[in-house]
Nanobody, 113 residues
C-alpha cells in the first residue's frame, strides 16, 4: 500500500492551493485522513473524508478547506482556500487498514504574509 501526495507549495495569504493523495495497492473504501505538522509543533488532525458520509474538518480549517474524492482514480484532494500564515505546515494523508497506518510522504505548504 502506498500513498503518494502531490501539490502544495508556496502561496500568499488569502490564496488557495490543493494537495492530491493517490492511493495504490489497497481498496478505496476506507476513510482518508489529512494531518499537518507545523514547525516546532506536534502533528495535528486536519480533516477526514469518507466514501459515503462526506468530510469533517478541524475547527481551525472549517469553512476554508474542502475535500473532493475520485473513486475511479483513487484520489482524495484537499482543497485549501483563504490560507493564513498559520496554515504553513507539512501536510500528510493517512489511510488506516485495520491496525496499520499508511502515511503519504508529506507535502510542504508555505503561506507567506
Amino acid at each position: 500500500v502506498q500513498l503518494q501526495a502531490s501539490g502544495g507549495g508556496l502561496v500568499q495569504a488569502g490564496g488557495s492551493v490543493s494537495i492530491t493523495c493517490t492511493v495504490a495497492g489497497a481498496t478505496f473504501f476506507n476513510p482518508v485522513h489529512w494531518h499537518r505538522q507545523a514547525p516546532g509543533k506536534q502533528r495535528e488532525w486536519v480533516a477526514t473524508n469518507t466514501p459515503t458520509a462526506g468530510s469533517i474538518f478541524a475547527d481551525a480549517v472549517s469553512g476554508r478547506f474542502a475535500i473532493s474524492r475520485d473513486n475511479d482514480k483513487k484520489t482524495v484532494t484537499l482543497q485549501m482556500s483563504y490560507l493564513k500564515p498559520e496554515d504553513t505546515a507539512v501536510y500528510y494523508c493517512l489511510l488506516r487498514l485495520g491496525q496499520t497506518e499508511y502515511w503519504g510522504q508529506g507535502t510542504q505548504v508555505t503561506v507567506s504574509s
